[in-house]
Structure formats: C-alpha cells, structure tokens
C-alpha cells in the first residue's frame, strides 16, 4: 500500500470525489495510512441529471458501507454551463477542464474552510485521462481563498492505487461510466 505524507501531518482530510470507482482505492489508502477522509461530491457537470444520480448514489453506496461522512454538494449544471459558456469546443484536456476544476474544487476548497478542515485533495488525481497540472493548478488557485488552507497535491494514479481500483470496481459491482461527466466529453 502506499505511504503518504499528508500536509501537516492531518488525519482528516476532505476529499473531493468524482465517482465510487476512482474514490474507492484512494479511500481504502488513506484508511490503511490512518487518515479519515469525508467525502465531498460535488460534481454539477455531470449530464445528464440522471447520470449524476447514478453516480452519486454509487458513491454514497461505498462511502455508507465504510462508515464514513458523505457530503452532498449541490447540483446546479447551469451554474456550471455559465461557467464554461464558450469554451464548449474545447478538447478534453484544454481551457475547459481547467476551468471545470478550478469550480469544482473552489467549492471544495469553501466547504473545507466552513467545516474546519485544513486539507483537502481530489480524486480527479487519479485519472489518467485528465491533466495533473491542471488539476493540481485549479487545487492550489482553490485554496488560496482560504488562510489555513491546503491543497494536496497527491498523485493518486501511482502505488498500485489504478490496479486496486479496478479490483474494487468488481468486487462492488460498481456502475462504470464511460466518459469524465459533461456533455462536451461524450464526443
């Protein structure tokens, strides 16, 4: 398993998650490293509403069978087409992305100050389809906001972290999405 070195030593984290199947490994991890996330879902760019649901319910499905906290952030995806009106051509990868994390995890980042958290990451780390530097970008822009407030740039794809979630995406039946959430993403 692998060993992390958590920013000031925190056990409790908030960990912005995408989906169960990209959250499960990375939670067993910070278990096994003695560290308590709270999970935080706030994904307002996932379409449609009913593909957002599927994957909520999912999520609260795993972090429910662990015992753990789960947040429900808000679904507003007209906030979020207003936040990315004219970058919708954008390929994935580009200024749109970038702009989509740097929403999702200033929410996160607010949530985490609100609440008395001092830490938080994203799961969003562990996909091999998204940009580290975007996202570990977006989490440092995110935190910032906030005194007392950082962001971990923790590179969830390595450790043996990407086999182990394939593992548990069986082991619990996990529904499995097959593009990142928007619309623009499906082409």
């Known amino acids: 398993m692998l060993q ?9 984290v908030l960990l912005h998650s995408c989906c169960a199947p990209c959250s499960s490994a990375i939670i067993e991890c910070l278990l ?11 994904n307002p760019n996932i379409f449609p509403k009913e593909e957002y649901e599927i994957r909520k319910s999912e ?5 429910q069978a662990l015992g753990l906290d789960f947040v429900d952030g808000d679904y507003n995806h007209i906030q979020w087409q207003a936040e990315i009106k004219g970058m ?12 989509c994390f740097s929403f999702r995890l200033l929410a996160t980042a607010r949530y985490a100050s609100i609440h008395g958290f001092t830490v938080f990451t994203t799961t969003l780390a ?3 389809w998204k940009s580290l530097d ?6 440092r822009i995110a935190a910032r906001s906030y005194p007392n407030l950082t962001f971990w740039e923790q590179n969830w794809r390595k450790g043996g972290l990407s086999e182990r979630r394939n593992q548990l995406l069986k082991e619990y039946n996990f529904y499995n999405q097959l593009y990142c959430g928007c619309e623009y993403s499906r082409r």
């Open 134 to 139: 975007q996202i570990f970008t977006a989490g």
């Open 4 to 12: 992390l070195q958590v920013p000031n030593g925190e056990r409790k």
């Open 126 to 128: 562990s996909s091999r």
């Open 32 to 42: 096994e490293n003695q560290v308590r996330p709270t999970v935080f879902y706030y």
């Open 59 to 63: 999520a609260i499905r795993y972090v």
């Open 88 to 99: 919708e051509q954008e390929p994935e990868r580009g200024k749109r992305c970038l702009q």
